[in-house]
């Protein structure tokens, strides 16, 4: 295959490249700790921006933000460019925009919670079964009045609206308990500790803004700051599912094209799929393959291909496995199952081979142009053309600084929603006379509320996931668009 053909990624007995029409089948880059996956991860992000390809990833140990400038002056990285015989290599930098939850070191990155879904929350909330059906039907009583949940105290509001009414939504919605009230009002309060107060508010998340290029025809890449988020791990996987279904609902459908739309790398991808029930991971499976259509290629980075399950793996059609070690019988039995994910090389021992692999080194096995899995072979991978390690804090505020989205997300703003409506019916209820006060303010339901923006026209009946389930619905029939309505990441009650 000519260099022309695809993307150069690594080099061993003969040139492996990946190629771009290719890219949206999904991809895995496996290996343990300190093998070379963070420097694969570059390779392909930063290949996949030179063709033009935006970029999402997630930076976990704070060593990914470095691709916005050029490397050099490691003779390591040099000795690896003679060794593999890379003429014409370059170092150089990538075009760069910073994310942080929390908003400190990059631009913020917020939702409103009826975009965030109830199901969603009672993830992040930890939520038991009786808790997360509570705050479903509250989420049901605000959008049968009209009432936009923007932020925590919309929330909070909303909640001790319905439980000092309790008695009158259990004969319409099903029972609300005090204690399940409570409990939730519990952990809106842990998470507003969290910094939660910054995730929910606006202005909100546009995902096109992902999906960039800069003047010169290169893809930006967006990196997630989460050394922090990281931290609380349902956190950071409700984030990255929420992150999915919004790409998936904002996006049209396009087909096979010459090259993907963009490619989103999941890293510790292992936390989306950690003890969640069976009925989820048939959602999860179910998106991957439904986002390939939008034109998204979505690549998992964790330790071993058992960490995710068989109908998510087999959606994954490009792999690089870096070294795994064996010195347990457990362990042992990771590397043979990592080796039987492959198309054998009559010429390999592949199993052997994965406990031998020298750092940076991999085994690697992309699809062919009919799609189908090549044979896997060992190779070394390119170095990447950009810095190894981190930024400074000055080289984080000049990219923040010089942004084109940093007033975009600069200064939030606090509209009229749930909060504030409800303040004026307490208002209105306490300047009527006492024997009409019972008609006028717990009676009283309207859904004339219409707010202008793009969160607010979305949030009605028309969820994130719903809107996802009327996408699938075209491709899958009506019995499964159904079937997501209820489920796609929504029955994760917990973890």
């Known amino acids: 295959m000519g260099k022309s053909q695809g993307i150069l990624f690594a080099k061993g007995e003969e040139e492996l490249h ?118 479903n039907i509250v989420f049901k009583v605000a959008d049968d009045m009209g009432m936009l949940l923007i932020d925590l105290k919309d929330l909070r509001h909303m909640l001790k609206y319905v439980g000092d009414r309790s008695q009158e939504y259990t004969v319409d919605y099903g029972n609300v308990s005090k204690q399940s009230i ?30 960039r290029v800069d003047k010169e025809g ?15 791990p349902a956190l950071y ?26 490619v989103f790398f999941f890293d510790e991808a292992h936390l989306l799929f950690y003890d969640a029930p069976k009925v989820l991971l048939e959602k999860i499976e179910q998106v991957v393959r439904l986002v390939r259509s939008k034109g998204v290629g979505v690549y998992f980075v964790t330790h071993s291909p058992t960490d995710l399950p068989d109908k998510v793996l087999g959606q994954l059609g490009n792999r690089v496995q870096h070294a795994l070690r064996a010195f347990t019988p457990k362990e042992q039995a990771v590397v043979k199952a990592a080796a039987d994910t492959f198309r054998p090389n009559p010429r390999l021992d592949v199993a052997g081979t994965i406990t031998e692999l020298k750092v940076g ?6 699809l062919d142009e009919d799609g189908r899995p090549q044979i896997v072979n060992r190779a070394f991978v390119i170095p990447p053309a950009s810095r190894l390690g981190t930024i400074t804090e000055q080289e984080r505020q000049v990219l923040i600084d010089n942004s ?17 409506i409800l303040q004026k019916k307490l208002e209105q209820a306490q300047a009527i006379p006492q024997n009409q006060k019972s008609s006028t303010y717990s009676g009283s339901r309207t859904r004339n509320y219409d707010y202008g923006t793009k969160t607010a026209r979305r949030t009605r009946s028309d969820s994130a996931i719903n809107r996802m ?9 009506r019995q499964i668009g159904r079937e997501i309505i209820r489920g796609i990441f929504g029955l994760i009650t917990k973890r």
Request: hydrophobic share 45%; aromatic share 10%.
């Open 469 to 477: 389930a009327k996408s699938a619905a075209s491709s899958f029939g």
């Open 237 to 262: 996987s409700t984030f990255l599912l929420w992150l999915l279904s919004e790409l998936f609902e904002e996006l049209p459908e396009v087909g096979d094209q010459a090259k993907p739309k963009a």
């Open 18 to 135: 990946l190629l771009p029409r290719m890219a949206n089948r999904h991809g895995l880059i496996t290996g343990a700790t300190g093998t070379g996956k963070t420097i694969s991860l570059k390779v392909l992000a930063e290949a996949f921006s030179s063709s033009g390809v935006p970029v999402f990833l997630a930076d976990i140990k704070g060593d990914v933000a470095s691709v916005c400038a050029p490397g050099g002056d490691n003779p390591k990285i040099d000795e690896r460019i003679k060794k593999l015989e890379l003429e014409g290599f370059k170092y150089r930098g990538f075009p760069v925009v910073l994310w942080d939850v929390f908003g400190k070191l990059g631009h913020p990155v917020r939702t409103a919670i009826s975009e965030m879904g109830p199901l969603l929350l009672s993830m992040l909330l930890g939520l038991n079964d009786t808790q997360s059906g509570v705050l």
């Open 404 to 420: 084109v989205l940093r007033h975009k997300y600069e200064t939030t703003f606090d509209r009229e929603s749930a909060y504030e």
């Open 218 to 232: 290169m893809g930006f890449i967006n990196i997630l700051a989460s050394e922090q988020l990281y931290q609380s």
């Open 361 to 366: 080194e991999a085994l690697v096995s992309f």
């Open 182 to 211: 409570g409990a939730i009002q519990r952990g809106l309060l842990s998470l507003e500790a969290q910094g939660g107060d910054n995730f929910f508010a606006e202005p909100a998340l546009d995902i096109q803004d992902f999906l």
